[in-house]
């Protein structure tokens, strides 16, 4: 059974700051990993996808890469900014439906 | 990408009483999943909702609690059935395309 772990569970750094994220799951048989994130009592909003045959994936200040053989991803926010608190969310798709992590609530201080 | 419609976005409702939640897509999608995320916790799968066939229900969800109807590629509907406070949670619709997984913007749910 698919477990998918996040670590630090939260995390509280000052605005500029770079920072990591991690992620790891159990069984590496995954088709892609997702990163999301959830403002406080919302939805989820797609972040980055990186496909199992994939290292890494890019969009603006976040870069999120993948390890499928460690059974690792982390992500990465560079120049943090009060903008992004929010939890973070990782899941991992593969024989069966999305599996998720339990997320690492990030505030970003001004 | 996709754009889901979720309502309502939230409600409070009286124990032993039920809720349905409506879940719009903007392209026909073979797949609609229904997820429960209970307060301070991760996202569990509720059910697999597919066109035109019952739907998938994962352990510990059952049918007579979380009726799920699909009536065309682009709408379904959860309901949450004879409620109690410990049904308080998040609930939210979600579908699957090349580029990843969709979620609507949640129901919040409060019983009680």
């Known amino acids: 059974k698919q477990e998918v772990t996040q670590i630090p569970a939260a995390l509280s750094v000052p605005e500029g700051e770079n920072l990591v994220l991690n992620c790891s799951f159990t069984d590496s048989a995954i088709y892609n990993l997702q990163w999301f994130r959830q403002d406080p009592g919302k939805g989820l909003t797609s972040l980055l996808l990186?496909?199992?045959?994939?290292r890494e994936q890019t969009s603006g200040r976040l870069n999120a890469s993948l390890d499928k053989s460690s059974g690792r991803s982390t992500l990465y926010i560079a120049a943090s900014q009060p903008g992004d608190s929010a939890t973070y969310l990782c899941?991992?798709?593969?024989?069966?439906?999305?599996?998720f992590g339990k997320g690492t609530r990030l505030s970003v201080i001004a | 990408s996709a754009v889901i419609s979720q309502k309502p976005s939230r409600d409070i409702c009286q124990r032993g009483t039920s809720l349905t939640i409506q879940c719009q897509v903007d392209?026909?999608?073979?797949?609609m999943f229904w997820y429960r995320q209970q307060p301070g916790q991760s996202l569990t799968l509720i059910a697999t909702a597919n066109q035109g066939s019952e739907a998938t229900y994962e352990s510990g969800f059952v049918i007579d609690k979380f009726p799920i109807s699909r009536p065309n590629l682009t709408f379904s509907t959860l309901t949450v059935s004879n409620m109690s406070p410990e049904d308080s949670s998040i609930y939210l619709c979600?579908?699957?395309?090349?580029?990843?997984?969709?979620f609507g913007q949640g129901t919040r749910l409060t019983v009680v």
């Open positions: 392209s026909q999608v073979t797949m």
């Open positions: 899941a991992v798709e593969g024989n069966t439906p999305l599996v």
């Open positions: 990186i496909q199992s045959s994939q």
């Open positions: 979600s579908v699957t395309y090349l580029d990843g997984a969709f």
